[in-house]
């Protein structure tokens, strides 16, 4: 069984028989400014070290009937990038309007794929942080194919620049130029992001007319980028 903090469900028991393998599952945490770290069979907190930390997806052998504790750490959000060469591969990222709209709202690159742009989802910025809900897109850095780029990996793929005519934002499963971008940012942490292939509408930018973000030659409104604080 699993043993998690007030205020998340815990997964469900798995059966399994003695000295078999199991897939450690994963947990999404509903507790503020906290993270989820992985499963330990520490008899205690005192004698949890980073041997007996288990990850989502990892296999473990049980051994008898056990119950597994969820591990947390401190989380520290998503803080507001002002030089990019604070960015790495591996970074997990987010891409939001730089600018608050009419209503005086943040909206960040969501998890929804249109056919052909990225929807919004709404964020709360606090001392220059953000705490994503479910709906917001997190990408993780990758090296693009072009020298001095980077890749955004959404999971399931990457985001690219699709067209030279239209304003697409689309998602490949094998990058290439177009999902390959150059990113610079000022001081303000107002980002410039743009990717590198053969197609001229290139210009990641949040296009608050229609909820949107997309790639464009030229227009729309600024974008910044998010990191997590780990």
Same mark, same amino acid.
């Given at each position: 069984?699993?043993?998690?903090?007030?205020?998340?469900?815990?997964?469900?028991?798995?059966?399994?028989?003695?000295?078999?393998?199991?897939?450690?599952?994963?947990?999404?945490?509903?507790?503020?400014?906290?993270? #989820? %770290?992985?499963? !330990? @069979? $520490? /008899?205690?907190? =005192?004698?949890?070290?980073?041997?007996? &930390?288990?990850? +989502?997806?990892?296999?473990?052998?049980?051994?008898?009937?056990?119950?597994?504790?969820?591990?947390?750490?401190?989380?520290?959000? #998503? %803080?507001?990038? !002002? @030089? $990019? /060469?604070?960015? =790495?591969?591996?970074?997990?990222?987010? &891409?939001?309007? +730089?600018?608050?709209?009419?209503?005086?709202?943040?909206?960040?690159?969501?998890?929804?794929?249109?056919?052909?742009?990225?929807?919004?989802?709404?964020?709360?910025?606090? /001392?220059?942080?953000?705490?994503?809900?479910?709906?917001?897109?997190?990408?993780?850095?990758?090296?693009?194919?072009?020298?001095?780029?980077?890749?955004?990996?959404?999971?399931?793929?990457?985001?690219?620049?699709?067209?030279?005519?239209?304003?697409?934002?689309?998602?490949?499963?094998?990058?290439?130029?177009?999902?390959?971008?150059?990113?610079?940012?000022?001081?303000?942490?107002?980002?410039?992001?743009?990717?590198?292939?053969?197609?001229?509408?290139?210009?990641?930018?949040?296009?608050?007319?229609?909820?949107?973000?997309?790639?464009?030659?030229?227009?729309?409104?600024?974008?910044?980028?998010?990191?997590?604080?780990?």
């Amino acid at each position: 069984t699993f043993s998690v903090g007030n205020g998340d469900t815990a997964p469900a028991e798995i059966q399994a028989e003695e000295n078999t393998n199991i897939t450690l599952p994963s947990l999404t945490t509903n507790l503020t400014c906290v993270k #989820f %770290v992985g499963w !330990t @069979d $520490a /008899d205690n907190d =005192a004698a949890i070290t980073s041997s007996n &930390i288990y990850k +989502a997806g990892d296999t473990y052998t049980v051994t008898q009937d056990i119950t597994l504790k969820a591990v947390y750490a401190a989380g520290g959000g #998503f %803080v507001l990038v !002002t @030089d $990019a /060469d604070d960015l =790495a591969v591996g970074d997990k990222v987010i &891409i939001v309007s +730089a600018i608050a709209d009419g209503d005086s709202k943040f909206w960040a690159l969501s998890t929804t794929q249109n056919n052909n742009n990225r929807g919004q989802e709404e964020v709360q910025i606090i /001392d220059n942080t953000i705490e994503p809900s479910a709906g917001v897109q997190i990408l993780t850095l990758e090296t693009g194919t072009q020298t001095g780029t980077f890749a955004f990996n959404t999971g399931e793929g990457y985001l690219y620049a699709a067209s030279s005519s239209s304003n697409y934002l689309k998602t490949q499963t094998t990058n290439d130029a177009n999902g390959s971008w150059t990113i610079e940012i000022d001081n303000a942490g107002v980002a410039t992001i743009k990717a590198q292939g053969t197609y001229t509408h290139n210009w990641l930018r949040y296009n608050g007319g229609n909820d949107i973000f997309s790639c464009y030659a030229s227009g729309q409104a600024a974008v910044s980028i998010y990191k997590e604080s780990i």
